[in-house]
């Protein structure tokens, strides 16, 4: 079992590559991504309105014999993912983890804006449970 705390050191995460694709299947499923990520962790270390980087949180994740991992949990080009260094013995273990706590915590509220490459802009978040994503019409 872990114990997992957010940081807002980004040079932590220097080291760090993809480890795990965040199941989706929707982009409703992109926003509950972060809104169950704002609900465990509060505000991410960084955020853009550039969709390909949206957002990235540093995460420490620790075991009962205090070993130490680094995670990063973000949204870039290819959609939500978890990462950290994969040369950390135990790093995959505590990534899955980690996405299992995120598939049993519901997403708290929150509304962002997004621009795609295109300069098109996208209004995504949840409410109540219900998560959205949309073209804004302005």
Do not use: H
Request: proline share 4%; charged share 25%; aromatic share 12%.
């Amino acid at each position: 079992m872990y114990q997992f705390r957010s940081l807002q050191d980004r040079g932590l995460a220097s080291w760090t590559t993809k480890l795990l694709d965040y199941p989706f299947a929707t982009k409703e499923d992109i926003a509950g991504f972060r809104g169950k990520l704002i609900r465990l962790f509060g505000k991410p270390a960084f955020q853009s309105a550039n969709m390909s980087e949206a957002f990235e949180y540093v995460i420490e994740a620790r075991d009962e014999d205090r070993n130490v991992w680094i995670l990063t949990a973000y949204e870039g080009p290819a959609g939500p993912a978890l990462g950290g260094n994969q040369s950390n013995e135990g790093i995959l273990a505590a990534a899955r983890q980690l996405n299992q706590v995120l598939a049993l915590t519901s997403p708290a509220d929150f509304e962002e804006a997004l621009r795609d490459e295109t300069g098109q802009e996208f209004i995504y978040g949840c409410t109540q449970g219900t998560c959205y994503f949309r073209r804004n019409p302005t």
